[in-house]
């Protein structure tokens, strides 16, 4: 039989067990990015299988390179943790930071929709928007490409439509599914351009010269890439990221991993165009 006394006991202890469970999820959910990462010694971020020259996993080693890996190796170092690694994709990076199953992943760009649930760092690089034209084009300005004549591909959706719709709106523009059909499109002579970020489009011009000329239209405009976070009311992990972030900018860290990682692309630093700026 429970007494009154016995009940009263049973609820006391209640209590105090859920207003102990209470404190510790409060604990749990103020613990800092950072502090969670020098706590545990190490440094997760996500990486992508396929991403070269951002990111690649070996086909025969399993090994991982890209100047992201060595960016992220020297901000462990840096921390003195060890760094960890989640295979994920560009679209699901954004979730497993909501998720908390990664500290950092380098490589977005700040679109609209992704700033409305994570944060980002600084620019970590910026990348100029350039186009693989046909060799019988002549065009070297966004004016010049900015013609009712001019045929150009884009990935539809991307930060390539963004920019060709921003500067040459009267050209015949064909908004592909992917960046892979528009190349398609380009070698079949159904565009006369094809748009892409820099760094990637010198990885597509080392594997197929005849594609067309790689031309960097003036004025230049750039996009940029940064490091993502998990948003949380602390900002002492971004803040030392961005600060870690722009000294490595500063010294010339970034643009010399970078460069060097451009070979897993087949391009090397002489292929680089003049004025090449990160």
Wanted: glycine share 8%; charged share 25%.
């Amino acid at each position: 039989m429970i007494t009154r006394r016995t009940f009263g006991k049973i609820i006391g202890a209640t209590a105090i067990s859920a207003s102990t469970g209470t404190l510790t999820v409060a604990n749990a959910q103020s613990t800092s990015s950072l502090e969670r990462v020098k706590s545990s010694g190490t440094l997760r971020i996500g990486v992508i299988a396929d991403g070269a020259p951002y990111y690649q996993k070996g086909l025969s080693d399993g090994k991982w390179r890209g100047f992201y890996i060595d960016i992220c190796q020297k901000l462990a170092e840096d921390l003195g943790v060890k760094l960890t690694m989640l295979e994920t994709t560009w679209g699901n990076s954004v979730l497993d930071l909501q998720a908390e199953k990664i500290d950092v992943f380098f490589g977005l760009n700040p679109t609209p929709e992704r700033q409305k649930v994570i944060d980002f760092s600084e620019p970590v690089f910026k990348n100029s928007f350039t186009l693989i034209a046909k060799k019988s084009v002549t065009a070297r300005t966004w004016d010049d490409f900015n013609k009712p004549e001019m045929r150009i591909g884009v990935d539809a959706g991307s930060s390539h439509d963004s920019a060709i719709a921003r500067h040459a709106p009267n050209a015949q523009v064909s908004r592909l599914k992917t960046a892979s059909d528009v190349t398609a499109a380009l070698q079949a002579g159904r565009v006369d351009a094809q748009c892409l970020v820099l760094v990637l489009a010198l990885a597509l011009r080392s594997k197929n010269p005849s594609l067309g000329e790689l031309v960097i239209p003036t004025p230049v405009d750039f996009t940029t890439s940064h490091a993502g976070f998990r948003r949380e009311d602390d900002q002492s992990w971004r803040q030392f990221v961005n600060s870690w972030i722009l000294k490595h900018r500063d010294n010339g860290f970034i643009k010399s991993t970078i460069t060097r990682n451009m070979e897993l692309v087949g391009v090397k630093e002489t292929d680089l165009p003049p004025g090449f700026e990160i």
